[in-house]
């Protein structure tokens, strides 16, 4: 396999293989080799590869209706994608669409800015986020993200608004365990508002499971009422990114109503539209969008905007996902999983913690169990976990540098919503052997 020669690539040392057909959970290269795919391409795949249906719809929608520039016309999708989505979400109002994650985080931040400056509070602009997030490439996501490898090339261009420490518990930051913790990492919040001056401070967003930046980290109970309690205090909108753990991911329709609370903003994409097609959106209270409809402009477009495609793709996987009963199918298969990862945490001596919700569970590595020592950075544990397991007929979603940004190696599984026990036995042979192999 080599590589186009006209292509820059994400990494280009690194020769990938070459895919030519998805079915199921399983992809196939050009020589025919077959890989288990654990990670829903970048956790992503909430419906299974080479669904006849949901190329129909592609097709049905493009021979239909391809285009429709949002600023100059309306299409009658994006208004049955809008209803859908408000039946899947009954917690918001309205919905924005877009083509990704990166995008849904910038324009809930966009949109939280302009809800202040429509509403005579123009000053109130600044964002604050978590260090070990991460919410997208683009460079206002990278600057309320806080993963310092992704963020160190572009430093000098991104805006710091502040961030707090993560609610990561198995590596607590205030070196605190649950038997003596007070939430200092919820607490955080107020501290840096207070800094920052609440007349300045617009939003504070955060994943309430962290995908990649912490490997599938979920908020320890209690941590979201602290911060929907402070965000009320001192006028602050909450912004929760579910562009990974969202969509049913973490067994839910919305991962944060697992937390008991109600978010003022929040973003949409990757197992919203299933892999089929680039889609995002953003969800929102109806007191969030009002001063801004009032105004009568929302000044974010982009070419595909509320896009006929992507809607019509939203609108046919959030209908799958309800009546094929696939969230029952995340909680079950999710706990088998979570059960065999745990079981084999036991009986391996690198693995120092498994977490997660749904099908989204972390595996995180260390060199020694007892004190949590991760491996060395050099030994770049995560890149060869991953090139082993191509050899293996595996593909791993890797996670490198979680503690700090600087050290620490996991693994993220989110395989699709239709894996299967079977499939997941599979995963853990194949991880297992995967494992021995590398370490």
Not at 211 to 224: C, E, K
Not at 344 to 366: A, H, Q, S, T
Not at 390 to 396: C, H, M, R, V
Request: charged letters at 25%; one cysteine or more; glycine letters at 10%.
């Amino acid at each position: 396999m080599t590589k186009n020669s006209h292509v820059l690539y994400f990494d280009n040392h690194y020769v990938a293989p070459v895919m030519v057909r998805g079915e199921g959970p399983y992809l196939y290269d050009e020589d025919g080799k077959r890989y288990l795919e654990t990670c829903g391409g970048s956790i992503s795949n909430s419906l299974a590869y080479g669904r006849e249906d949901m190329a129909q719809v592609i097709g049905d929608q493009a021979r239909q209706l391809s285009f429709a520039y949002n600023a100059h016309m309306d299409s009658a999708v994006q208004h049955e994608a809008a209803d859908a989505m408000a039946e899947a979400f009954p917690a918001l109002d309205r919905f924005f669409f877009c083509s990704g994650g990166s995008e849904a985080t910038e324009i809930a931040t966009k949109l939280a800015r302009l809800h202040f400056y429509h509403s005579g509070k123009p000053e109130k602009n600044k964002i604050i986020g978590r260090w070990m997030s991460y919410h997208g490439y683009t460079e206002g996501a990278l600057a309320y993200g806080g993963h310092p490898s992704r963020r160190k090339e572009f430093t000098e261009i991104l805006r710091e608004d502040g961030h707090i420490p993560p609610a990561y518990c198995y590596r607590c930051w205030y070196g605190k365990n649950c038997d003596i913790c007070s939430m200092e990492c919820a607490w955080a919040l107020e501290e840096e508002i207070l800094k920052a001056d609440p007349d300045n401070v617009a939003a504070f967003i955060a994943e309430p499971v962290v995908g990649t930046a912490l490997s599938g980290v979920p908020a320890p109970d209690g941590y979201f009422r602290i911060i929907r309690d402070i965000c009320d205090k001192y006028n602050v909108l909450m912004i929760v990114d579910e562009v990974m753990c969202g969509t049913g991911r973490t067994g839910t329709m919305s991962c944060i109503e697992q937390y008991g609370v109600e978010p003022d903003i929040i973003a949409l994409a990757k197992s919203l539209g299933g892999s089929y097609f680039p889609v995002g959106a953003v969800g929102m209270k109806e007191h969030v969008a009002g001063p801004i409809m009032d105004d009568g402009i929302f000044p974010v477009l982009h070419t595909w905007t509320g896009s006929p495609m992507a809607c019509a793709v939203i609108k046919k996987t959030l209908d799958t996902i309800k009546s094929e009963k696939l969230l029952d199918n995340v909680n079950k298969v999710g706990k088998y999983l979570m059960e065999q990862l745990l079981a084999l945490k036991e009986r391996n001596p690198y693995i120092g913690d498994v977490r997660g919700k749904g099908m989204m569970i972390g595996l995180e590595f260390v060199k020694d169990k007892s004190s949590g020592e991760p491996f060395p950075p050099k030994m770049r544990l995560g890149e060869k976990l991953y090139q082993q397991g191509i050899e293996n007929g595996l593909i791993l979603m890797e996670c490198m540098g979680i503690d700090h940004g600087r050290q620490g190696d996991a693994l993220l599984f989110g395989p699709c919503f239709e894996f299967t026990e079977t499939h997941v036995d599979e995963l853990i042979r194949l991880l297992d052997k995967t494992i021995s192999e590398v370490i």
